[in-house]
């Protein structure tokens, strides 16, 4: 009598074995998720450190990359500078401001290895190499118009990983299918 319950009642019985409705990555993504969410929880600290750069720090017309001729070398010495001359604020901002960097790129890198949540944590990435550069633009150039474009970018970044952290929790690929469920 298959498909009949015990009691009679027709009602179709439940698979045994696995549960078709849950999560079976076996824990693939997991730490792909807990490190988006870690730089999200990064990225508002460095908020918050950014917040208090623009408080308290006046960058200097004249320091080491200021006015450069040639933009990326203008950028390494002034990142250097802020973070060995600039102050603690400028330090702290430019220091997070790196770890962020190294960490979005191996989140990237991550995300394409397991094939999971890659375009936004690629975005994610991209939104931050581009909030450096405008960091890096601000310390050269001291225009406020970087420090605009480094913030909107950063409130793009965190956006791109909060979705894969929360939304993406439905993404989940099904171990014997390349189709992705979102």
């Not at 623009?54 to 070398?73: C, K, M, Q, W």
């Not at 944590?121 to 420090?147: E, K, M, P």
Request: glycine residues 12%; charged residues 15%; aromatic residues 10%.
């Amino acid at each position: 009598m298959s498909g009949t319950r015990a009691d009679g009642s027709g009602a179709a019985r439940p698979a045994r074995g696995r549960d078709h409705n849950r999560d079976h990555s076996n824990g693939q993504g997991n730490g792909l998720r807990r490190g988006q969410f870690a730089l999200a929880m990064i990225l508002l600290a460095q908020y918050l450190l950014g917040l208090a750069v623009n408080l308290f720090v006046t960058i200097p017309d004249s320091h080491p990359g200021a006015r450069p001729d040639e933009y990326f070398s203008g950028v390494t010495r002034s990142v250097g500078w802020a973070i060995t001359g600039g102050g603690m604020w400028l330090a702290l901002h430019a220091i997070v401001g790196l770890l962020v960097t190294v960490i979005a790129i191996w989140l990237a890198v991550l995300a394409v290895k397991e094939h999971r949540t890659r375009t936004l944590t690629i975005l994610g990435a991209v939104f931050v190499l581009a909030a450096g550069f405008n960091g890096g633009s601000f310390l050269n150039y001291n225009q406020d118009f970087s420090s605009l474009l480094m913030g909107g970018l950063w409130a793009l970044a965190l956006a791109c990983y909060l979705i894969t952290v929360f939304a993406g929790r439905e993404a989940v690929k099904h171990p014997k299918s390349r189709q992705y469920v979102m």
